[in-house]
């Protein structure tokens, strides 16, 4: 089992930045991706950021440029660095780690508010 505390949600404007952070606990040899999914009002779940074992990073086209994954020096830590934040980019954020037999464990999610 894995468990995931997230911390750095909250609300800015238009055009700045946040920094989310993940921290895991448990089986942690047993993870081989960690991330950032998140969910807009009334949409489906969205991968937006993952970082697997080996250092592969894969971000969803619309953050492209704008977003930066990042895992710990203990690899027990994933960061999403934002930046150039748009409205659309409001959403409950969760951190995911997938095990290498393919279990997904979530955090509880925090809240991006971005204005215009």
């Known amino acids: 089992q894995v468990q995931l505390v997230e911390s750095g949600g909250g609300s800015v404007q238009s055009g700045g930045s946040l920094t989310l952070s993940c921290t895991a606990s448990g089986s942690l040899a047993s993870i081989n991706v960690m991330g950032w999914y998140r969910q807009a009002p009334g949409k489906e779940r969205e991968l937006v950021a993952v970082?697997?074992?080996?250092?592969?990073?894969k971000y969803v086209d619309s953050v492209t440029g704008r977003f930066s994954v990042s895992r710990g020096n203990a690899m027990d830590t994933v960061y999403l660095q934002m930046s150039s934040l748009k409205p659309e980019d409001t959403a409950v954020y969760f951190c995911?780690?997938?095990?290498?037999?393919?279990?997904?464990?979530w955090g509880q999610g925090t809240q991006v508010t971005v204005s215009s």
């Open positions: 970082i697997f074992s080996g250092g592969v990073k």
């Open positions: 995911n780690a997938r095990s290498y037999q393919r279990d997904d464990f």
